[in-house]
């Protein structure tokens, strides 16, 4: 138990650092360019991985439309928004943002699954909605002047809860690899055109440091950090599982005062305690309600 709750914990952390390691990529390669190449490594991580463990299997006709919505709108835009809105998007805001995604999740479910919206997540979504605002505002409440980054980084928030319901949907009759892995293809696949159409100026780093940095956090954010929190969430309990979740802007914002030098403000931590505390709020399931659900 305690070493799945270490793997658990290293996971959270290699994903809170993904907005630090974006925002120093975005430096040296630019985003549609990084967008195709990160994705490039992803799937030859993938196929390899497919390959291994002989998990190579065709997709029905049926789920083709499905896996390409999913590749297009969840990889693609999600990875291309990222990278965009990490330009001028500070990455512990982004990664504030990024954690309300359950919540709109839960609200995209019951409006297209028809699964139940509770009072719960509405109290929750609003108290997140107060920290997002503490946290874009800058502690400054009579004016809102909302960063462009920050604006893109909302949009690979919907993405993110877009691939959350169509992974779900898809689960049924689909295995998790096979659905990333085909998933992912077709985001690189879209993606190559756009490397070249949407950059301008195209930005491409020459120092094999930067491509050894690409290509190392691709693997073990998008690969190896997937593959143990999937198999570690087994041994431990979900809903703990979920709160250690939500401290990767914390993580973030830690990250980004070592690597970037970007001093923690008072503001953050509240914005974060509120986000955090709406999500976790919206989310959490009695015991009671757990054994309410049907297996």
């Known amino acids: 138990m305690l070493k799945a709750y270490a793997w658990l914990t290293f996971c959270v952390i290699v994903w809170g650092s993904n907005f630090v390691f974006g925002k120093i990529l975005v430096q040296y390669f630019s985003p549609s360019l990084l967008t195709s190449l990160r994705l490039l490594f992803i799937v030859l991580f993938l196929v390899g991985l497919a390959i291994y463990k002989k998990h190579l299997k065709a997709l029905h006709k049926k789920d083709i439309v499905a896996i390409s919505a999913l590749g297009i709108i969840s990889v693609f835009i999600n990875q291309w928004s990222f990278f965009f809105g990490l ?16 919540i709109l ?30 946290v874009v505002t800058k502690g400054d409440l009579s004016s809102l002047n909302i960063d462009k980054g920050i604006i893109w980084i909302v ?51 020459g120092d094999i440091s930067d491509w ?31 709160i250690l979740s939500n401290l990767e802007p914390f993580v973030a914002m830690i990250m980004g005062l070592l690597l970037l030098f970007k001093p923690i403000t008072g503001i953050e931590i509240v914005g974060s305690i509120f986000i955090v505390s709406g999500v976790i709020f919206s989310t959490y399931q009695s015991k009671e309600q757990k054994r309410k659900r049907p297996v």
């Open 87 to 102: 330009q001028t998007a500070d990455p512990t805001t982004s990664a504030l943002i990024l954690a309300t995604t359950p």
């Open 105 to 134: 999740a839960g609200v995209l479910a019951a409006i297209f699954l028809k699964e139940k919206l509770t009072i719960r997540t509405l109290i929750g979504s609003f108290i997140a909605i107060i920290g997002i605002y503490f």
């Open 155 to 205: 949009v690979t928030m919907i993405t993110f809860a877009f691939m959350i319901l169509m992974t779900k949907v898809l689960s049924n009759r689909i295995d998790p690899l096979t659905i990333t892995l085909y998933s992912n293809i077709v985001g690189f696949i879209v993606s190559i055109p756009f490397a070249f159409l949407l950059d301008n100026p195209l930005r491409i780093s």
């Open 212 to 242: 050894a940095f690409l290509i190392g956090t691709a693997v073990v954010v998008h690969g190896i950090a997937t593959l143990l929190w999937n198999y570690n969430i087994r041994y431990v309990d979900a809903s703990k599982a979920s």
